[in-house]
């Protein structure tokens, strides 16, 4: 037995370790699969299922025949009964997303309202409201594992201040009394980054399953614009969990001055008022108008969006010549102007990452639209609850390890 380890910690990883196999497996895999695969005795694993099982985090299906073999139980995620309730507080929407251990959206609404340089107070509540909804509407047995709200700024180190989201107009708020509904457990609610959040739905395909990449780096942009660096699979938060700030990398020393108090910075190209100002529109133009500019060959669209794509591929290219990633996912306008971004966009990038020379860079774009940092705040709440089973009880998982 190694050192600091007992008979309970033991316990604890070995039942993290089946369940990780089972949510992980594209095929529900029996329990003699489970023991060849984890390396532990078939007696085991079947103790470890049967705790599994008792706490309604798995199902035992009926016995399968296979083509060659005996008929084997699949063992698979049980739906509806652990649920992650997620909220992202964006400038121009709110979005609302509820995840069950399965990888099903028991809930999801994208709600338009605009928040730039807002009174959080206002908006808190009517999130909170939301958030409310929301959990009323879960199925009536299902355990509300965590409550999760999703912002673009600097989170405090307890994980319920916002310490700043200057595209908000917000400082030194406190999120945690704005919720507060039947069944809401406040120590079961954080706060988060919305580009980390989002990271999470890159690093994971559903709960406890990962999507087979492990360094990346995710950028999204709004009117700010955000990113998270991914390595080994996991988030690069930085020694205050404030990593990720591009949007305020310099990418002309000559450039305009940012609300940040620095000039030349990223989002001063690439966010949205910024896009709409270059082009030399009203900001009350949206940005998807732009972009139809941009199609018609309006001068000021194609320059402005051009100019984003130029900034954007220096940014990446800075980010990737000091930290050696092959994937790069963009979310939010990124997303949305990618085609009108992409020849330019990579021409910077090519010409400015000396690793190119050997080694291709990969530029996609997020599968989840609106909903990406909603979706990988539930995500990254599963992942944190699975590997920690000491808190499982806590958190209504019902395995006790007194």
């Not at 929407?93 to 709600?111: F, K, Q, R, S």
């Not at 030349?264 to 133009?285: P, W």
């Not at 920690?388 to 009880?393: G, H, K, L």
Request: glycine share 10%; proline share 4%.
């Amino acid at each position: 037995m190694k050192a600091g380890k007992n008979s309970t910690s033991i316990r604890q990883e070995n039942l993290s370790l089946v369940l990780g196999a089972i949510l992980g497996a594209k095929e529900g895999p029996s329990r003699a699969k489970l023991a060849t695969q984890t390396g532990l005795t078939r007696a085991t694993v079947s103790r470890l299922v049967d705790e599994l099982i008792n706490a309604r985090l798995i199902d035992e299906l009926d016995p399968v025949r296979p083509a060659v073999g005996r008929p084997a139980a699949p063992l698979v995620a049980r739906e509806y009964q652990h649920v992650i309730l997620a909220a992202e507080i964006n400038l121009e929407y709110v979005a609302i997303y509820a995840l069950d251990v399965t990888g099903a959206a028991l809930g999801e609404e994208i709600i338009r309202m605009d928040s730039r340089r807002s009174d959080p107070k206002k908006v808190l509540s009517r999130v909170g409201e939301l958030v409310a909804k929301a959990a009323g509407e879960l199925p009536m047995y299902s355990n509300l594992l965590e409550t999760v709200l999703c912002v673009p700024g600097l989170i405090s180190a307890d994980s319920h201040t916002i310490i700043t989201a200057p595209n908000l107009g917000w400082s030194n708020v406190d999120a945690l009394p704005y919720f507060d509904f039947p069944d809401f457990d406040p120590a079961r609610f954080r706060v988060m980054n919305e580009a980390d959040a989002a990271a999470y739905s890159v690093l994971y395909d559903d709960p406890g399953a990962r999507a087979g990449v492990d360094n990346f780096l995710y950028i999204s942009a709004e009117v700010g614009v955000g990113a998270a660096i991914v390595f080994d699979g996991q988030l690069f938060a930085g020694d205050h969990g404030w990593a990720g700030e591009i949007g305020h990398m310099c990418v002309d020393r000559s450039g305009p001055k940012c609300r940040c108090g620095s000039n030349g910075c990223l989002e001063q190209y690439a966010g949205a008022d910024s896009i709409i100002r270059n082009a030399g529109y009203r900001l009350d133009i949206p940005l998807e108008r732009i972009a139809e500019l941009f199609d018609a060959g309006d001068s000021g669209a194609r320059a402005s969006i051009d100019a984003c794509a130029t900034a954007l591929g220096t940014a990446i290219a800075n980010v990737l010549n000091l930290l050696d990633l092959e994937l790069v996912v963009l979310g939010g306008n990124f997303g949305r102007l990618y085609d009108r971004l992409e020849v330019i966009m990579n021409a910077e990038i090519e010409y400015r990452v000396l690793g190119r020379r050997w080694e291709n860079v990969e530029v996609t774009t997020s599968t989840y639209g609106d909903s990406a940092s909603a979706r990988g705040a539930c995500l990254a709440g599963f992942a944190r609850i699975f590997a920690n089973p000491e808190i499982w009880n806590e958190r209504g998982i019902p395995i006790s390890f007194d």
